[in-house]
Protein backbone atom coordinates (compact mmCIF):
# COMPACT_ATOMS: atom_id res chain seq x y z
CA UNK A 1 0.00 0.00 0.00
CA UNK A 2 1.28 3.39 -1.05
CA UNK A 3 -0.01 6.59 0.94
CA UNK A 4 0.32 9.48 -0.56
CA UNK A 5 0.21 13.17 1.30
CA UNK A 6 2.69 15.30 3.08
CA UNK A 7 4.59 14.47 5.86
CA UNK A 8 2.91 17.00 7.92
CA UNK A 9 -0.41 16.22 7.05
CA UNK A 10 -2.31 14.70 10.12
CA UNK A 11 -4.74 13.27 7.77
CA UNK A 12 -1.92 11.38 5.40
CA UNK A 13 -0.15 9.91 9.21
CA UNK A 14 -3.62 8.65 9.91
CA UNK A 15 -4.03 7.09 6.90
CA UNK A 16 -0.53 5.53 6.98
CA UNK A 17 -1.05 4.04 10.61
CA UNK A 18 -4.39 2.49 9.53
CA UNK A 19 -2.77 0.91 6.43
CA UNK A 20 0.08 -0.47 8.75
CA UNK A 21 -1.97 -2.07 10.75
CA UNK A 22 -4.93 -3.62 8.18
CA UNK A 23 -2.22 -4.90 5.23
CA UNK A 24 -0.41 -7.72 5.00
CA UNK A 25 1.76 -6.63 2.82
CA UNK A 26 4.42 -3.46 2.86
CA UNK A 27 3.11 0.16 3.46
CA UNK A 28 5.16 2.52 2.35
CA UNK A 29 4.18 6.85 3.16
CA UNK A 30 5.65 9.02 0.01
CA UNK A 31 5.44 12.59 -0.52
CA UNK A 32 6.67 11.90 -4.22
CA UNK A 33 7.00 9.19 -6.38
CA UNK A 34 11.05 9.38 -5.83
CA UNK A 35 10.37 8.24 -2.40
CA UNK A 36 8.86 4.95 -3.44
CA UNK A 37 11.27 1.65 -2.23
CA UNK A 38 10.40 -0.24 -6.12
CA UNK A 39 12.41 -3.34 -4.25
CA UNK A 40 9.96 -3.79 -1.32
CA UNK A 41 7.24 -3.64 -4.00
CA UNK A 42 8.40 -4.76 -7.34
CA UNK A 43 6.82 -8.45 -6.03
CA UNK A 44 3.09 -7.47 -5.24
CA UNK A 45 0.37 -8.56 -7.35
CA UNK A 46 -1.98 -5.71 -6.42
CA UNK A 47 -0.35 -2.24 -4.40
CA UNK A 48 -3.16 0.13 -3.18
CA UNK A 49 -2.81 3.85 -3.00
CA UNK A 50 -4.15 5.91 -0.70
CA UNK A 51 -3.93 9.67 -0.32
CA UNK A 52 -4.62 12.36 2.60
CA UNK A 53 -7.47 14.95 1.59
CA UNK A 54 -5.25 17.95 0.77
CA UNK A 55 -2.63 15.82 -1.28
CA UNK A 56 -2.90 17.46 -4.71
CA UNK A 57 -4.41 15.81 -7.69
CA UNK A 58 -0.76 15.76 -9.53
CA UNK A 59 1.19 14.27 -6.66
CA UNK A 60 -1.52 11.58 -6.68
CA UNK A 61 -1.11 11.08 -10.41
CA UNK A 62 2.73 11.43 -10.75
CA UNK A 63 2.66 8.00 -8.40
CA UNK A 64 0.28 6.26 -10.46
CA UNK A 65 1.71 6.95 -13.74
CA UNK A 66 5.33 5.44 -11.71
CA UNK A 67 3.46 2.52 -10.77
CA UNK A 68 2.18 1.97 -14.01
CA UNK A 69 5.36 2.05 -16.04
CA UNK A 70 6.52 -0.41 -13.28
CA UNK A 71 3.52 -2.68 -14.21
CA UNK A 72 4.35 -1.86 -18.01
CA UNK A 73 8.18 -2.86 -17.86
CA UNK A 74 7.13 -6.01 -15.72
CA UNK A 75 5.55 -7.35 -18.64
CA UNK A 76 7.32 -8.75 -21.56
CA UNK A 77 5.65 -10.00 -24.88
CA UNK A 78 4.36 -8.09 -28.31
CA UNK A 79 1.07 -6.99 -26.39
CA UNK A 80 3.48 -4.96 -24.31
CA UNK A 81 5.53 -3.68 -27.22
CA UNK A 82 2.41 -2.50 -29.01
CA UNK A 83 0.54 -1.21 -26.06
CA UNK A 84 4.03 0.94 -25.46
CA UNK A 85 4.05 2.15 -28.66
CA UNK A 86 0.64 2.86 -29.13
CA UNK A 87 1.07 4.99 -25.98
CA UNK A 88 3.93 6.68 -27.22
CA UNK A 89 2.47 7.88 -30.53
CA UNK A 90 -0.92 8.60 -28.49
CA UNK A 91 1.27 10.92 -26.26
CA UNK A 92 2.80 12.54 -28.87
CA UNK A 93 -0.53 13.32 -30.96
CA UNK A 94 0.55 11.90 -33.75
CA UNK A 95 -2.76 10.19 -34.88
CA UNK A 96 -3.71 14.04 -34.49
CA UNK A 97 -1.49 14.82 -37.02
CA UNK A 98 -2.62 11.99 -39.24
CA UNK A 99 -6.29 12.85 -39.36
CA UNK A 100 -4.68 16.52 -40.36
CA UNK A 101 -3.07 14.58 -43.38
CA UNK A 102 -6.39 12.47 -44.03
CA UNK A 103 -8.72 15.64 -44.09
CA UNK A 104 -6.26 17.42 -46.49
CA UNK A 105 -5.84 14.14 -48.58
CA UNK A 106 -10.02 14.12 -48.98
CA UNK A 107 -10.42 17.89 -49.31
CA UNK A 108 -7.44 17.67 -52.27
CA UNK A 109 -9.77 14.66 -53.64
CA UNK A 110 -12.62 16.00 -53.24
CA UNK A 111 -11.69 19.27 -55.62
CA UNK A 112 -10.38 17.43 -58.08
CA UNK A 113 -6.56 18.59 -56.78
CA UNK A 114 -3.47 16.28 -57.10
CA UNK A 115 -2.73 15.73 -52.66
CA UNK A 116 1.45 16.59 -52.71
CA UNK A 117 3.55 15.06 -50.30
CA UNK A 118 4.94 18.01 -49.45
CA UNK A 119 1.75 19.52 -48.34
CA UNK A 120 0.97 16.15 -46.40
CA UNK A 121 4.36 16.57 -44.50
CA UNK A 122 4.03 19.91 -43.67
CA UNK A 123 0.70 19.55 -42.57
CA UNK A 124 1.55 16.90 -40.24
CA UNK A 125 4.83 18.47 -39.38
CA UNK A 126 2.69 21.58 -38.43
CA UNK A 127 -0.12 19.82 -36.32
CA UNK A 128 2.55 17.31 -34.38
CA UNK A 129 4.31 21.11 -32.99
CA UNK A 130 1.24 22.70 -32.44
CA UNK A 131 -0.10 19.65 -30.31
CA UNK A 132 3.59 19.39 -28.26
CA UNK A 133 3.80 22.75 -27.94
CA UNK A 134 0.50 22.70 -26.46
CA UNK A 135 1.31 19.86 -24.08
CA UNK A 136 4.52 21.59 -23.04
CA UNK A 137 2.21 25.09 -21.69
CA UNK A 138 0.31 22.72 -20.03
CA UNK A 139 3.20 21.05 -18.41
CA UNK A 140 4.67 24.38 -17.16
CA UNK A 141 1.25 25.24 -15.94
Known amino acids: MLVVGGKNSANTKRLAHIAREVCKGPVQYVETESEIDWRAI???KTVGITAGASTPNWMINRVVEQLELLDQTKKKGAHTIVRSLFNLLSNLNVFVASG??????????????????????????????????????????
Open 42 to 44: ERC
Open 100 to 141: AVFVYYASCRLQCFRPRVSGMAILFLYFLSMYLWNSLANLET
